[in-house]
């Protein structure tokens, strides 16, 4: 078990918090994960316009998975600067900022929070500080 084996106990835990959702009817999970990155999408435009924000993932629901893209050309600080607010995203170079819906456990109120520290990073120049700017070895 101490070369490559998973631990036992853990996949067990495991198995059992799966097993919850063994009910759980996958298209009304899909549905929630497309409202909730419309949602996201609306308050980017409604709240962010000011900021230099660009849609990298289609607007159309049908052809977007249960993540959403922007682009800025300060995506890389900005990011970090949202995992220090307590918002985890993605970045992925040269200037793209993913964020992922998990419509099990993400609810629409944590995408208003998440707009509302963006907004906040943005207007306080947040993103500015070098700590935010320092490229770590993996992006």
């Known amino acids: 078990m101490l070369i490559g084996t998973a631990p036992q106990l853990s996949l067990l835990a495991l198995e059992e918090a799966v097993g919850v959702f063994d009910d759980?009817?996958?298209?009304?999970?899909?549905?929630k994960s497309r409202a909730l990155g419309d949602l996201f999408i609306r308050l980017v435009d409604q709240e962010l316009a000011e900021f230099g924000f660009g849609l990298a993932s289609?607007?159309?629901?049908?052809?977007?998975?249960?993540?959403?893209?922007?682009?800025?050309s300060e995506g890389y600080a900005i990011m970090q600067a949202l995992i220090d607010a307590g918002v985890i995203g993605d970045f992925r170079a040269p200037d793209i900022m993913r964020f992922g819906f998990a419509a099990l456990y993400i609810g629409y109120e944590d995408i208003w929070e998440s707009v509302a520290r963006l907004k906040t990073i943005m207007?306080?120049?947040?993103w500015d500080?070098?700590?935010?700017?320092?490229?770590?070895?993996?992006t």
Do not use: C, W
């Open 24 to 31: 759980v009817d996958m298209e009304v999970v899909r549905t």
């Open 58 to 72: 289609p607007r159309n629901i049908a052809e977007r998975g249960s993540q959403v893209s922007l682009v800025h």
């Open 123 to 126: 207007q306080g120049r947040v």
């Open 129 to 138: 500080d070098p700590r935010h700017k320092a490229r770590k070895v993996v």
